[in-house]
């Protein structure tokens, strides 16, 4: 099984930052994708950023030029959120996609999801 620990939520400011990180950890072999969702309410998941192992990475249109999603070593990923908007508030799950030794196979795995709230 894989265990996804995140942090780095809270309350901020219009215009300011926030770095949400998330530790995988469990029987992994290999994690070729980690990415970060969210989900505001009344509204459906959607795909903020995603980073497939290798380096290459994509973003929601509404993010683009404000969220950096990056990755330290194999089992953790970050994302660095400037220039927050009232309209990022949401709940923000970590989402990775591992090879592990209990399914021998690629399986998707949710965190339990960080609240991100932009509010003056």
């Known amino acids: 099984q894989v265990q996804l620990g995140e942090s780095g939520g809270g309350l901020v400011q219009p215009g300011g930052s926030l770095t949400l990180s998330c530790a995988a950890s469990?029987?992994?072999?290999?994690?070729?994708?980690m990415a970060w969702y969210r989900q505001a309410p009344g509204n459906e998941r959607e795909l903020v950023a995603r980073?497939?192992?290798?380096?290459?990475a994509t973003y929601a249109e509404s993010v683009k030029g404000r969220f950096t999603i990056s990755r330290d070593n194999t089992k953790t990923v970050y994302l660095q959120m400037n220039s927050l908007k009232p309209e990022d508030t949401a709940i923000y799950y970590c989402n990775v996609r591992a090879f592990t030794t209990s399914t021998f196979s690629v399986s998707t795995y949710w965190g339990q999801g960080t609240q991100v709230t932009v509010s003056s």
């Open positions: 469990g029987n992994i072999v290999e994690i070729p994708e």
């Open positions: 980073m497939i192992n290798g380096g290459a």
